[in-house]
């Protein structure tokens, strides 16, 4: 086992579309700049995410200045602007309500053309008030983006090493083995041991640390192929045989930042506590 270091940095502009892999990134409160401040809703005002539609899996957003670059296969590219939060809309995002400022009708018509049903695209326009951290595993005043629950995700490349190794061996051998991009995180770490994060309390990577809230339960978005949008078993068979606590179904671990700062790929990752 060599030195823990920060292999990739991924982050998603506009939740359940693909992201961006940058070198760095700055970590604000609420998550890495720019990670999942856009989400799209349906007639009703809840979350539209790849559980639903596992077709947004190849649709992609990218940060530009102001705003974010839309793109699909059969589709031109669409730049959409931040917009002013003077049309805020009420969402349900798992059974939490929250606002967010409405984009444009061109980004709606962009959106629901793509997927072939009706959809808006919403900003998260003041991420330090909209949106609490889940109170059972928050402290005082942290919040949190259109991410599923927390501010970061943080995986480790050994640990997937070893899930594929338990994949090879059920009865789904032929679907690994599986790419890290299956989980969605925003922080990949290699040099560790497997499962290593299980015991993680207080991490740094770099100059930044972070509070290890809760390890991350997982979904169907999982069995998801992130090119194709073709769905399998994996990794959920096999993660529900070997990787069940407390009834989910687990992959990495979520973190809350507790100081701010940039993060690097290569930076070092130092366990605290």
Known sequence: MGIAELQSIHVHPVKALRGENPREA?????GLAGDRRWVLIDDGGKVVTQRQHPRLATAAAGLVPG?????????????????????????????????????GQD???????YLGVPVRLVHMDDPATRRPVDPDYALPGETVSFADGFPLLITSASSLDSLNSLIAQGAHAAEGPLPMNRFRPNLVVSGTGPWAEDDWSRIAV????????????????????????????????????????????????????????????????RVLG
């Open 26 to 30: 700055v970590v604000e409160p609420w």
């Open 107 to 113: 980004a709606h018509d962009w959106c629901s053309g």
């Open 206 to 269: 770099g100059d930044v640390t972070f509070r290890v809230a809760k390890m991350c339960g997982r979904c169907v978005v999982t069995t998801t192929d992130q090119g194709t949008a073709a769905r399998g078993k994996e990794p959920l068979h096999t993660l529900g045989r070997h990787r069940r606590f407390a009834g989910s179904l687990v992959f990495g671990q979520n973190l809350v930042p507790l100081t701010l700062g940039t993060v690097r790929v290569g930076d070092p990752v």
């Open 67 to 103: 705003g974010v670059v839309l793109s699909a296969p059969g589709l031109p590219s669409l730049t959409v602007t931040e917009p002013e939060p003077v049309d805020l809309v009420a969402l349900d995002i798992f059974g939490t309500k929250v606002e967010g400022a409405l984009a």
